[in-house]
């Protein structure tokens, strides 16, 4: 009895000394779960080749509206400084319009003494002499702010400078050509600020003839 239990324990000890039995390897139940990958699929390149398409096209749709944007952007800053450089250059502009009523008078009051009298009174030539320095004074004032005086005596008539007054027929000038300043025009830079009035020679023998304003 003793020899069949010691046999026995014997054997049993033998089976737990043996090798251990390998674990079994883990499964992955994504890569079970994943279906295989098909083969190509026409219907589905079909929509990728036409989303690539619908892309490519957005694109150039941007981009062209970026572009447009910025020249745009670039016409409004132009616009901008021109604008800018306009309000500086005729900033003076109601000014001196106001201010060629005191020209005016300036040379009313030195055509209003005859030529041949301004030498006989000592009096009077030292009063047209302050007139006349305080007149170059004034044009010189106007000409430093770059207001031009307008004297076109004998020049062809332009109706985007002169206001032709009344015409004056008879004339030893060609027709068209100006023959008489009744009232000197000026402009500030190349803007007018009062055109000239003047009278306009009319040959007997002209063809083309401006047009006379008779309003006064």
Do not use: C, W
């Not at 069949?4 to 992955?28: H, I, L, W, Y």
């Not at 604008?83 to 060629?100: C, K, N, P, S, W």
């Amino acid at each position: 009895m003793n020899a069949n239990k010691a046999s026995k324990k014997t054997a049993k000890a033998d089976k737990a000394e043996g090798p251990e039995a390998a674990p079994e390897a883990p499964v992955d139940a994504a890569a079970e779960a994943a279906p295989a990958p098909e083969a190509g699929d026409p219907e589905r390149g079909a929509e990728y080749a036409a989303r690539i398409v619908e892309l490519e096209q957005e694109a150039g749709d941007l981009r062209d509206q970026l572009l447009r944007a910025m020249a745009e952007t670039e016409n409004i800053r132009k616009r901008g400084e021109r604008q800018i450089e306009d309000a500086h250059r005729y900033a003076v502009t109601g000014f001196a319009r106001d201010i060629l009523s005191v020209a005016d008078n300036l040379e009313r009051a030195l055509e209003s003494v005859p030529e041949d009298q301004r030498g006989e009174h000592e009096l009077l030539q030292t009063l047209l002499d302050g007139v006349t320095a305080v007149q170059n004074d004034f044009l010189n004032a106007l000409s430093a702010h770059k207001i031009e005086r307008i004297d076109p005596t004998g020049e062809a008539f332009d109706p985007n400078l002169h206001e032709a007054m009344f015409e004056v027929p008879d004339s030893d000038l060609s027709n068209g050509t100006i023959a008489q300043v009744v009232q000197p025009g000026y402009k500030l830079h190349d803007r007018l600020l009062r055109p000239a009035r003047v009278g306009v020679a009319k040959s007997a023998n002209g063809e083309a003839e401006p047009q006379v304003d008779t309003k006064v």
